[in-house]
């Protein structure tokens, strides 16, 4: 069955960094486009990227363009959230997220929190 486990969260100061990361298994990993989700308490899930099956193309919200940068190791099945010039408006639940065969699969999220 298809899993996402995503890891690497924590609290970081503002201007702070983090690497999150997403493990896929139970399917063809490097067959399918791979997102990043975000919710903030009291909020609805939003957007945050996208990278292409093969890496080639990735798009992100303007809320994060610039500061976060996502990728891939299809050898390792693993995708990755490079967040750098954290802010407090980006404390929320990381989610990873991929779609197959139709089907949305979530990872159980990483909490984030930026705070001083």
């Known amino acids: 069955q298809v899993q996402l486990v995503e890891s690497g969260g924590g609290l970081v100061q503002p201007g702070g960094s983090l690497r999150l990361s997403c493990a896929a298994s139970?399917?063809?990993?490097?067959?399918?486009?791979m997102n990043w989700y975000r919710q903030a308490p009291g909020l609805e899930r939003e957007w945050v990227a996208v990278?292409?099956?093969?890496?080639?193309?990735?798009n992100y919200a303007e809320s994060v363009k610039g500061r976060f940068t996502i990728s891939r190791d299809n050898a390792k099945n693993t995708v990755y959230l490079q967040m750098n010039s954290l802010k407090p408006e980006d404390t929320a639940v990381y989610y990873c997220?991929?779609?197959?065969?139709?089907?949305?699969?979530w990872g159980q999220g990483t909490q984030v929190t930026v705070s001083s």
């Open positions: 997220n991929a779609i197959v065969l139709g089907a949305n699969y």
């Open positions: 990278i292409s099956s093969n890496g080639g193309i990735t």
């Open positions: 139970g399917f063809t990993f490097s067959s399918y486009f």
